[in-house]
């Protein structure tokens, strides 16, 4: 038997997500826990601007997306990040390492929404220790991811229906304050900064970035889409543009109806906007939907990390071990496994506010060497009917993540030290892989055959 048919003979990921549900994957990813838990830093940073940093936050992530846009349809294969910066400069430790803090970063959000789960929107129910929460959560997560895509997909429209309903209510909280002259528009334009305005503005945005992320996990689930390159790109951009001009009015609202210093001090800011506000929402209810909300975030990055692992293995850049998929289900059990592991370890000795800056600073650095792909790989061809940026958005991009990492811009130390202490593991596993085995495979993630996918049972 002939190495290609083997290979044929092999299961892989099922292309069933068409276009409609890849535009709510993005959206459920990008919406969640960042603007339901964050609204309110945003505020300590720039008062009652709270919109402004919204706005600059999805101007970066688009154009970044525009990179995003044009190498999955080059390149239409689960690797995402890592098999762009494999194609445009060859070599596997860069490679290796994007990955891995792609990886990384994925894990850390799931994390940071796990923290979430058990802040003040759970204690309107019932008082849990926080990491208790998290850990049940996360392992919940795993047991959906584990049944299969279109069960957790179907769950994420679901999900992403109730969670754009809480942000929707906010939004007409604010149209009703509006019409009835019981908001302060004139707060929304007030900008209170400790130090110079243009930092502030920049603080804010890197919280506020953390609220647009997860538009770039959509790649990684290229190889169980109907239409790849036709679906990808629109519901990526359309995913984001949704998500933005709702955060951009749920900004406004919040600045509108509560004070900036009252919602800098609160765990659950879109709570005091409905508790602010006259129309009659049980405080529960939102609760329940911002609790929704954040699991989703949770739910999303889960599926994108471990559908990393897989593409990853599958293309030999990391053990095939991490290939094995679920009979029947047609999941890929050991990579689950795998993400789920780290993300309990770090919901269980990390704290929400360092986690959501740690996984800001690590896709930072992705989205850098993916806009500079981008630039890089211009020269190949675009297949027909995929999207193709124009030169100057990724350039843009990649000058603008450079910016927002750098250590000026409202940092504390120990995020940078969490975010290397991640890498460092991350070339402690190459350097034990390349001792194992000889030498550090990348040069499949761009071919036409991979290494064998192997099948386990439970």
């Known amino acids: 038997m002939t190495g290609r048919t083997a290979h044929a003979a092999q299961p892989t990921l099922a292309p069933v997500l068409s276009g409609r549900m890849l535009l709510f994957l993005v959206l459920g990813d990008v919406l969640g826990s960042g603007i ?5 830093q945003i505020a300590a940073d720039v008062g009652g601007m709270i919109w402004a940093p919204f706005l600059i936050a999805f ?22 990040a890592a098999l762009y910066a494999n194609e445009a400069f060859r070599r596997p430790f860069l490679t290796f390492m ?35 929460v998290a850990v049940v959560f996360i392992l919940l997560t795993a047991v ?19 969670e754009l309903t809480g942000l929707l209510l906010i939004v007409g909280i604010g149209v ?16 209170r900064a400790e130090g110079p305005a243009p930092l502030a503005l920049l603080a804010g945005t890197t ?37 933005g001009t709702v955060y951009l009015f749920v900004a406004f609202t919040c600045a509108m109806l509560v004070d900036p210093d009252i919602l800098a001090g609160s765990g659950a800011p879109l709570l005091e906007v409905v508790k602010a506000s006259d129309v009659p929402v049980p405080s529960k209810l939102f609760a329940a939907v911002a609790l929704v909300a954040v699991a989703n975030t949770a739910l999303m990055n889960m599926v994108m990390a471990s559908r990393l692992v897989y593409g990853m293995a599958a293309q030999g850049t990391i053990p095939t071990v991490f ?10 059990l050991t990579a689950i496994g795998f993400v789920t592991t780290l993300a309990v ?39 027909p009917g995929a999207y193709r940026a124009p030169t100057w958005a990724p350039a843009l991009g990649a000058l603008s993540c450079a910016a927002l990492a750098s250590p000026l811009v409202h940092r504390e130390g120990t995020v940078y030290l969490r975010a290397l202490g991640l890498l460092a593991l991350a070339a402690v596993l190459l350097l034990a892989q390349k001792a194992v085995s000889g030498r550090f495979r990348t040069g499949e993630l761009s071919g036409a055959a991979r290494p064998p996918v192997t099948v386990v049972g439970i």
């Not at 339901?36 to 309110?40: M, P, S």
């Not at 970063?105 to 994390?111: D, E, F, P």
């Not at 959906?144 to 109730?162: D, K």
Request: hydrophobic residues 50%.
């Open 36 to 40: 339901y838990a964050l609204t309110g």
């Open 59 to 80: 101007a970066l992530a688009f154009l970044t997306g525009t990179a995003y846009a044009e190498l999955v349809g080059k390149y239409p294969r689960a690797a995402g």
């Open 98 to 132: 994007v990955g891995f803090t792609v990886l990384a970063a994925g894990i850390t959000s799931t994390a940071t929404a796990a923290r979430a789960i058990g802040g003040k929107y759970l204690a309107e129910f019932v008082a849990a220790p926080t990491v208790v």
């Open 144 to 162: 959906l991811n584990a049944r299969g895509i279109e069960e957790s997909a179907r769950v994420n429209l679901v999900l992403t229906v109730i």
């Open 176 to 191: 009703h304050a509006l019409a009835t002259g019981a908001g302060e528009p004139g707060r929304a334009f007030e900008l």
């Open 207 to 243: 919280l506020a970035l953390y609220a647009m992320l997860g538009f770039e996990n959509s790649v990684n689930l290229v190889e169980e889409a109907r239409r790849p390159r036709r679906d990808l790109p629109r519901a990526l951009f359309g995913g984001m543009f949704i998500a």
């Open 323 to 332: 290939a094995r998929v679920l009979p029947g289900r047609r999941t890929p």
């Open 345 to 383: 370890v770090l919901a269980s000795t990390g704290q929400l506010a360092g986690l959501a800056d740690t996984t800001v600073v690590l896709l930072l650095l992705v989205f850098f060497v993916v806009n500079i792909s981008a630039l890089v790989l211009r020269r190949e061809p675009v297949p």
